[in-house]
């Protein structure tokens, strides 16, 4: 069964990581105090403060949108870690893909991907 994507909403009409650092980010005006989860058709606050400790609620919200995107850039804060293993394993069995790399990096991505028109969203750890 083939699942159908919803199209992607125009360049102009993405979210788009303006600001991150001091612990907040700033997306399309709006000021996030937490962690980010940037979709192609819309930003949500993130409850993770770092990988090792990401709760179910916050792995959820990822896998619920895996149908949306083509990869998930994760920003694990101010330095790039490893996945740990549970999660790791938790994202091959969704079939999740994620790209892994310090926060401010992945902004940048991020905004690169999106303007290209690429169906990308980024998971994001303040810094």
């Given at each position: 069964m083939d699942i159908k994507r919803s199209p992607l909403p125009a360049v102009a009409d993405r979210p788009k990581i303006q600001?991150?650092?001091?612990?907040?980010f700033t997306i399309s005006g709006q000021v996030y105090t937490s962690g980010v989860f940037v979709l192609p058709h819309q930003a949500l606050s993130w409850p993770a403060t770092d990988l090792a400790s990401l709760s179910d609620e916050a792995i959820d919200l990822l896998l619920a949108h895996t149908s949306e995107i083509d990869v998930?850039?994760?920003?694990?804060?101010?330095?790039?870690?490893?996945i740990p293993a549970t999660l790791r394993t938790r994202f091959k069995a969704a079939g999740f893909r994620a790209d892994v790399m310090d926060t401010?990096?992945?902004?940048?991505?991020?905004n690169v991907l999106m303007s290209e028109g690429r169906a990308v969203a980024a998971a994001l750890i303040a810094i």
């Open positions: 600001k991150y650092g001091a612990g907040r998930c850039l994760l920003g694990c804060g101010p330095k790039t870690l490893p401010g990096s992945a902004c940048r991505t991020y």
